[in-house]
């Protein structure tokens, strides 16, 4: 004899709506610490440089397809 099993059913409960239009409103935005002028600067720089060099990379990737192309 082998027994089945039966699957438990669960009641599915709907979600919650927000009772009042306060609730919809998005939540306000975490200030950021202070950070010097010249952190922010350089920072910046290093993003500059690596997609400068992403770009270079990109660029030799495409000529490399290019060639590839027209060799039959």
Not at 10 to 35: A, G, I, N, Q, V
Not at 39 to 54: C, S
């Amino acid at each position: 004899m082998t027994k089945k099993k039966e699957a438990t059913v669960y009641p599915s409960t709907p979600p919650k709506r927000p009772e009042k239009r306060e609730d919809w409103r998005w939540p306000s935005p975490t200030p950021l610490s202070s950070f010097p002028s010249e952190d922010v600067g350089r920072v910046l720089k290093q993003i500059l440089d690596r997609l400068d060099a992403i770009e270079k990379r990109l660029e030799n990737i495409e000529k490399m397809l290019i060639k590839n192309r027209r060799t039959p």
